[in-house]
């Protein structure tokens, strides 16, 4: 391997990092899809000539495809996919679209670049191709095995018609899929331009130095915070959507020899409802690897160099490896209990640094129907709850569980589809009293202009967002729906498809907030009396969780506050390490 010099190495690294988010601004500007376009929901990397990832976030599954062609690359060559079980879980419902092109230098294969998207429809029994009482992966749409798209350079027309005529929104998935593309083959003229500017085996010992660096990395991580005895920590999802739940996951971590183990063994059977994911090993050992960077060291570069430092114990039939043809599009609501599982875990090894829970989904609205003028209309929109409460600060109100997410703006929403969104505003009381404060959720109320049906999949609606080192737990999450004239709420559940709404209806959609970090009764008086007047924290939570007594103008009163806040201490004694606020039935009787 070509030794390159530090300078060099920052050089390429930083150009590939640039490259990286390039593809970003070029997807989100072609594409159509508000999901893509306005809320950034696309992933894209840039891998080395083994298909390992170099820089990105969701880490790769390249191998897995390659193997499926035998080494049958071209230049020009773009493949495309959406089958969870046809790619070994490298995406992990049928509604994600996944692009990967090779990149060639002169002949030779450096790399690749990838990008997946959610796509808004593909098909299948409801709008949006998310069925919350789906039992099979049959009804959640049209499924793609690896194909190409391009065959060196030339458009696969057939397996491109197909694709379209298997979705309600054509011309988006169109100007999506082509935006993938355009990502990717942006990438891979970057890393052609370093190959010509550093030479190709200069740029290609860079990737593998940037590798092995973050292998090393993680190999002080591992010693420093894992340890030999096993810690385990469990949390639930809510429900499956077909009247299951709740459905416990349980993860263990330990150190064997040089290696981290994550073992999921304990974990429930997989789930009659949409609710499995189907998880690649490698984007496992990524999700833990990018939680442990996070935590404790957030400038080591997130790449695959440190995956032979993890072993990953998935059992096989459980809700984290079901076997086919399991239902997955609502795979979400246990993909972010994998992170809560993390935290709890590790945060037993080292409280000072991991966080509470959050909000624990990707909660999504879904809006369809036929305009005056007959023209069918289908808006999704994922929403977002309380981040929770960290180290070093405050959980984020209603912000994204995702890196570089967004909400949609009110005004694409109003301007392009039949809805006035009238309020949009963090829920009182949802973040977890704390330290640091857990995040709050929001409350977003639409007003729908042209009658149509609805679909909501959101959790966290039974099994709240817990707090750590002395934190309380965060709000839980609820739906509501408002018949026109009528001034009624009917309660929503929190997964449903296809409700009849009418022109006038008013919706109120509240998601979960998160849990709080540290003890709420050394929280600065100041900052609690802020959130009162922010109207995050009601007086009343500010007083009984806070012990912070409040004058009529919101002022600290200072000497009561000490008062209550001692007595107050006294009387609980030293906080617990977690605060669930919820355990199931079975194991709140024992």
Known sequence: MTKVDPITLDIIENALKNARFEMDGVVVRIALSPVIREQHDEF??????????????????????????????????????????ACKGSISHNNDWCVMQPIFHEGVLVGFSSIFGHMVDVGGKVPGSMPFDARSI??????????????????????????????RTPDMNRADLMALVAGCRTAAT???????????????????????????????????????????????????????????MTLSIYKRGDKAVFDWTGTDDQAEGPINFHIHEGLCKLFFGVYMIMAFDPSILFNEGFYDLFEVVLPEGSLLNPRFPAALSNRLNTHTRFFDCQAGALGQRAPHLSMAA????????????????NKYFQLMELLFGGVPGRPRGDGLDGHAWWPLFSATPIEYIENYYPVLVESYRP??????????RGGAGIEKVYRLLEPGKVSIHDDREVVPPWGINGGEFGGTSSKWLVRNGSGNRERIPSKIDNLTVNAG???????????????????????????????????????????????????????????????????????????FGYFPPAEAAE
């Not at 959050?358 to 369809?368: D, M, R």
């Not at 829920?427 to 640091?436: C, F, Q, V």
Request: proline share 5%; with cysteine; hydrophobic share 35%.
């Open 138 to 167: 049959w009804e959640e749409g049209l499924r793609i095995p690896p194909v190409r798209i391009f065959d060196k350079g030339v458009l696969n027309k057939g397996v491109l018609d197909i694709m379209l005529n298997n979705t």
């Open 505 to 579: 209806d008013v919706v109120v959609f509240n998601t979960a907030g998160s849990g709080g970090w540290g003890d709420p009764l050394d929280r600065p008086a100041e900052s609690v009396a802020r959130d009162v007047q922010y109207d995050l924290v009601s007086r009343e939570k500010a007083k009984t969780a806070y012990g912070v007594v409040l004058t009529g103008d919101d002022k600290v009163d200072e000497a009561a506050t000490v008062a209550l806040r001692l007595e107050m201490k006294t009387v609980r004694g030293a906080p617990e390490p977690f605060n």
């Open 427 to 436: 829920i009182r009381d949802s973040g977890g009293a704390g330290l640091n």
């Open 190 to 248: 970057r890393v052609r331009e370093l190959c010509d500017r550093f030479g190709r085996q200069t740029y290609m010992s860079a990737c593998d130095m940037l590798l092995e660096r973050t292998r090393e990395a993680m190999k002080v991580l591992i010693d420093k915070y894992i340890a030999e005895e096993p810690v385990s920590f469990t949390d639930y999802v809510d429900d499956d959507g077909v009247g299951n739940g709740p459905f416990k």
């Open 44 to 85: 894209p990397m840039i891998c080395n000539e083994r298909g390992q990832m170099v820089v990105g976030q969701f880490g790769s599954y390249i191998p897995a495809i390659v193997e499926q062609f035998e080494g049958d690359l071209n230049e020009g060559d773009v493949f495309v996919w959406n089958d969870p079980y």
């Open 358 to 373: 959050g909000y624990g989904t990707s909660p999504h609205f879904i809006f369809t129907g036929h305009d005056k003028d």
